[in-house]
């Protein structure tokens, strides 16, 4: 596609509960990232990938957050055990690699755990 | 935790006027970006300036960066209504490989009055 697409748009899920965010990044983009904003605060970094692997997940906030790019395309993050300070707008991004440039950032998922 | 704060959290002014926007970092960098989001969803790239360069235009927008002093300032001339958004800077820090995590300021509110 023309862009990075993330589905679904909006989740709602209750607490506990497990869920799976999706990310498509721009075809070619090998670096891709995810990234957490909370409402009135600036996007914080979760895990960066470069192809397959992840090059720096210390972003996660605990465990119970994982993320996978198992053909280096499409990435999954995944939350186990819902909470509701999960909650959150969940940003995919994708670059070139090696460039000191920009990236492309999709629509953002919005997560609700109530 | 965020690398940046901007200043003002929020600017409010009328069509035509100028809106000038400030971001400090903490850490040496290779480079500085300016993004923007409307309705906290996906982020538009707007420009990048390098560590070794101090003033960089594109169209309406002029961004200055001052690595003595660790801060930059993003001014949007002759604004419109639809400049309306928020606006952040975001950082990679000096060291990392190319294409690691950007690092986000909490972002500036900018209403821009018809």
């Known amino acids: 596609g023309a862009g990075v697409s993330q589905t679904p748009s909006n989740k709602v899920t209750e607490k506990g509960k497990y869920v799976e965010l999706r990310c498509d990044p721009i075809s070619g983009h090998t670096a891709l990232y995810w990234y957490r904003q909370s409402l009135g605060q600036g996007p914080e970094f979760l895990i960066y990938f470069q192809g397959t692997g992840a090059a720096d997940d210390s972003g996660l906030p605990n465990d119970r957050f994982f993320a996978v790019r198992p053909e280096g395309s499409v990435s999954t993050l995944k939350i186990q055990r819902t909470e509701r300070g999960d909650s959150a707008v969940y940003l995919c991004a994708s670059s070139y690699v090696g460039q000191w440039g920009e990236a492309f950032f999709g629509q953002g998922t919005r997560l609700t755990v109530v | 935790s965020q690398q940046g704060e901007e200043d003002p959290q929020a600017l409010s002014i009328q069509e035509g006027e100028n809106a000038t926007m400030n971001c400090s970092y903490k850490?040496?960098?290779?480079?500085l970006q300016w993004y923007r989001q409307n309705s906290g969803r996906g982020l538009v790239h707007l420009i990048l300036?390098?560590?070794?360069?101090r003033e960089k235009h594109s169209g309406r927008l002029r961004v200055t960066l001052d690595t003595s002093k660790k801060s930059s300032s993003l001014l949007i001339t002759a604004s419109r209504a639809a400049d309306t958004a928020s606006y952040f800077c975001a950082t990679d820090q000096l060291g990392e490989t190319s294409g690691s995590r950007l690092t986000f300021g909490e972002g500036t509110q900018l209403t821009v009055n018809p």
């Open positions: 850490t040496s960098i290779n480079n």
């Open positions: 300036i390098r560590s070794n360069e």
